[in-house]
């Protein structure tokens, strides 16, 4: 049973570029949340997708944007990149009624976003 | 709005020791969850333990346990019998009722594992 799976791993970008990155959730899943990650930091949360739609959404700017497809799986868009925007992109996906009594999620990897 | 506090950046247990991490967070809501999370190098996001804010006992798993003092708006968590495998970044977190995926992470505790 494949965990929650995002990609790429690594990637470098210039400043004002734009990005995309993709997440897999864990079988059975059907909600998607994305956390941004800055260096020595805890995770913050960007927003949550449900039913292919943005169901929350965190205290950051338009430039990020999300989308969820049918199976689940989700992307993560950021554009006009800035160096702040370095980080590490945590996708952690559940299922909603899990969700609503126990709030547990379940992390992938991350992808690791350098801004030069 | 709901802060999550980590007051000890870094922390180290001698091998088959106790350590404890101390947490505090800030919220006017009474329904809640909370959350430990350990991140080993490999970045993934691990579920320790977690506490629902209704139940007053606290949440045991394995050689893991919390001390949830709900009035004090503190959250703890022991580690019993530590191994070199818990050595990672822990992180505290907070969830408000209805919040769906939306969690409050607080700035994380080092814990190093000496043999």
């Known amino acids: 049973d494949a965990g929650v799976t995002q990609s790429p791993t690594h990637l470098i970008k210039t400043r004002g570029q734009q990005v995309t990155l993709r997440c897999s959730p864990k079988s059975g899943h059907d909600t998607v949340s994305w956390y941004q990650q800055a260096l020595g930091q805890g995770p913050q949360f960007i927003f949550q997708?449900?039913?292919?739609?943005?169901?929350q959404r965190g205290n950051f700017p338009d430039r990020f944007s999300g989308h969820q497809f049918p199976n689940y799986s989700s992307e993560l868009n950021v554009n006009a990149l800035l160096l702040g925007d370095s980080a590490l992109y945590l996708c952690a996906s559940s299922l909603v009624g899990d969700l609503l009594f126990t709030g547990e999620l379940f992390f992938g990897e991350g992808s690791r976003l350098t801004v030069l | 709005a709901q802060t999550v506090t980590q007051s000890q950046p870094e922390m180290s247990v001698q091998e088959a020791e106790t350590v404890t991490l101390s947490c505090t967070y800030d919220t006017s809501e009474s329904d809640y969850y909370l959350f430990w999370y350990k991140q080993p190098p490999s970045r993934q996001m691990i579920l320790v333990i977690r506490q629902e804010a209704y139940k007053q006992q606290n949440a045991t798993e394995n050689r893991f346990s919390v001390n949830f003092q709900k009035a004090a708006k503190s959250f703890s968590l022991k580690i019993s019998d530590s191994q070199l495998g818990d050595a990672a970044m822990y992180f505290c977190a907070y969830r408000g009722d209805n919040q769906g995926g939306k969690l409050i992470f607080g700035q994380g505790t080092e814990l190093s594992v000496k043999p």
């Open positions: 997708y449900y039913e292919e739609e943005e169901r």
